[in-house]
């Protein structure tokens, strides 16, 4: 069983930065494709980022591309979001994923961490 823990949610102005992490417990993340999936109010799940197991392919959503870096290090069992220049409309729960492909959406998932970008 892969148990998922998010860290570095929080509230942050226009055109700031905030940085997401996912920390594998207990087991071992290095043969799954990884990434963060989001959720607004009102709205249906989006496709965030994944990153390959071996880090060596990506993907990122149109509306994030440019603005966020996902990154991994197998050896700690983590998984990073940096995300810049956040704009309001990238406010959101954002959910870890790990997955057997880059599109996610199975697989297991973290608790989801709040991202509030003020205007």
């Known amino acids: 069983q892969v148990q998922l823990v998010e860290s570095g949610g929080g509230l942050v102005e226009a055109g700031g930065s905030l940085r997401l992490g996912c920390t594998s417990i207990?087991?071992?993340?290095?043969?799954?494709?990884m990434g963060w999936l989001r959720q607004a109010p009102g709205k249906d799940r989006e496709f965030v980022a994944s990153?390959?197991?071996?880090?060596?392919?990506?993907l990122y959503g149109d509306s994030v591309r440019g603005r966020f870096t996902i990154t991994r290090d197998n050896n700690k069992n983590t998984m990073t979001l940096q995300m810049d220049d956040l704009l309001p409309e990238d406010t959101a729960v954002y959910y870890c994923?790990?997955?057997?492909?880059?599109?996610?959406?199975?697989?297991?998932w973290g608790q989801g961490t709040q991202v509030t970008v003020s205007s």
């Open positions: 994923n790990a997955d057997s492909t880059l599109a996610l959406g199975g697989g297991y």
């Open positions: 207990g087991r071992s993340i290095g043969q799954y494709a």
């Open positions: 990153i390959s197991w071996s880090g060596e392919r990506t």
